[in-house]
């Protein structure tokens, strides 16, 4: 699949199963169990998405999607504020997140504009 979103989003997924290894080894199961929820979520929605049923269900994957990027995101601030993981890792993991947030927002946006839909 050659998607610059999903391969973006299966980049961060598998970077997210190696901060879930981390944290393991450091016993840290309930931060580690999130963020590897939402983490990976985001790639499977999007995948999803390759072969939606309706534009709308299209739009739906992608915010679900989008929603657990949000949600990416709160877990990485929580693990790098308190100090679980330093700030090289946490500045790569968040600009790999707020990237496809981006990416997300703007298709989310266009493709409604496309059907007139607010």
Do not use: C
């Not at 169990?33 to 309706?54: D, F, V, Y």
């Not at 949000?70 to 990237?99: A, P, V």
């Amino acid at each position: 699949m050659d998607n610059p979103l999903y391969s973006k989003s299966k980049r961060l997924a598998l970077d997210i199963i190696q901060l879930n290894r981390f944290l393991t080894e450091k016993k840290e199961y309930a931060l580690s169990n999130q963020i590897l929820r939402s983490g990976t979520s985001i790639g499977a929605n999007i995948r999803e998405g390759k072969r939606p049923q309706s534009d709308a269900d299209l739009i739906s994957k992608w915010s679900i999607a989008l929603k657990e990027a949000e949600e990416t995101q709160y877990w990485l601030e929580l693990l790098n504020e308190s100090e679980y993981i330093d700030k090289e890792m946490f500045k790569k993991l968040n600009y790999q997140t707020e990237e496809i947030i981006k990416i997300l927002v703007t298709v989310i946006r266009k493709k409604k504009e496309s059907l007139q839909i607010s």
